[in-house]
């Protein structure tokens, strides 16, 4: 692999997005080796109304590429001695009812804890991602509901409350707000003065809008004002995820050691020795990458108007955001074709 700048390389990447309109929603996008070698572009616009194109200070929501900052800060909580990942869920939100006893924070994040998704309760009770829905809301759906989807620790199922609810320990063990804990210990130490967590709504933050198309094919906005963190709502830009991505070589936040733990993946077996069900390599908010013959760490986000992607390649030391405001953007097959671009390998099915 060449890390050294090379013209060809920018150009083939920015060619990726040759095909998109700057005069819809579009993407941000960026490449960056820890030696600071970077490729970066943007095409369309943050804002259809007004007429702003999109820039790499543009700030999209991040949606489920958030996960990893959630683990992170469990993580880093638990180096403070203020928590244990084999705490039960139930030593922080005893409301949520004796059958989560048996789930730990563990559990939660390597999406083996069994919880019902509290965006099918949600649905349940009639609220769409694009009506009002508060944390607190979701906390006593899910204290409503008291039943299991399956025994603890016996299968993998992606899982939103999981990382819902760890928000919620953080802010039990830290005494701060998710977002008030990452913007001191994670964001600020690293610089990422761009990025925050977006709490609650309406916001004064300048985000690019969110959209989707209608069924004549003209765009409209596709914003949601749900209110949870810990699964979602990271809000930043693709330069700030670079200077996150750099921390996983630095440990300049939490140390080298507790860096290499972000993947370390969950348990391949229950604790009655089984083999957990549909398991996948999921480690600390972040999956395992496998399409090409690099260790690297990734995770995808989809939320309203919102795809994005984030790649980091460790041994290579390349950090890898594509960050978009169209609903049907797939950022993850930008981010893994601009990936094939630098490595120059094909990604593998």
Request: contains cysteine; negative net charge.
């Amino acid at each position: 692999m060449n890390k050294a700048y090379n013209q060809t390389t920018d150009v083939a990447i920015q060619q990726l997005v040759n095909n998109l309109s700057p005069d819809e929603p579009g993407c941000a996008y960026i490449a960056s080796f820890d030696d600071g070698v970077t490729y970066k572009g943007t095409v369309g616009l943050e804002s259809i109304e007004k007429k702003v194109p999109i820039t790499t200070k543009t700030i999209f929501n991040l949606a489920s590429v958030s996960k990893q900052f959630t683990a992170f800060a469990i993580l880093l909580l638990e180096q403070e001695g203020k928590l244990s990942l084999d705490d039960s869920i139930l030593n922080y939100i005893p409301s949520l009812g004796a059958y989560a006893e048996p789930v730990t924070l563990r559990h939660l994040i390597h999406h083996t804890g069994g919880l019902v998704d509290y965006m099918e309760l949600a649905e349940k009770e009639g609220i769409s991602d694009k009506d009002k829905l508060t944390a607190e809301q979701s906390l006593e759906h899910l204290e409503n509901y008291q039943i299991a989807d399956f025994p603890v620790g016996t299968k993998f199922e992606y899982s939103n409350t999981g990382y819902f609810l760890l928000s919620l320990v953080v802010e039990k063990a830290s005494g701060k707000s998710l977002r008030e804990f990452s913007k001191k210990c994670i964001f600020e130490p690293l610089n990422m003065n761009d990025t925050t967590i977006v709490d609650g709504y309406p916001t004064n933050i300048s985000i690019a809008r969110g959209y989707s198309k209608n069924e004549q094919g003209a765009f409209e906005i596709y914003e949601s004002p749900w209110e949870h963190t810990g699964d979602g709502a990271v809000h930043t830009n693709v330069e700030d995820l670079v200077k996150w991505g750099q921390n996983f070589a630095t440990g300049t936040v939490g140390g080298k050691e507790l860096v290499k733990r972000m993947g370390e993946v969950g348990s391949k077996t229950s604790s009655a020795g089984e083999l957990i069900i549909d398991n996948e390599d999921y480690a600390f908010g972040l999956s395992i990458g496998e399409t090409f013959d690099s260790h690297y760490l990734e995770h995808s986000g989809q939320w309203a108007g919102y795809p994005s992607h984030f790649m980091r390649f460790l041994e290579e030391g390349l950090t890898i955001a594509v960050l978009s405001n169209y609903e049907d953007f797939d950022s993850e097959e930008y981010a893994v074709k601009i990936a094939e671009i630098i490595i120059g390998k094909s990604a593998k099915k």
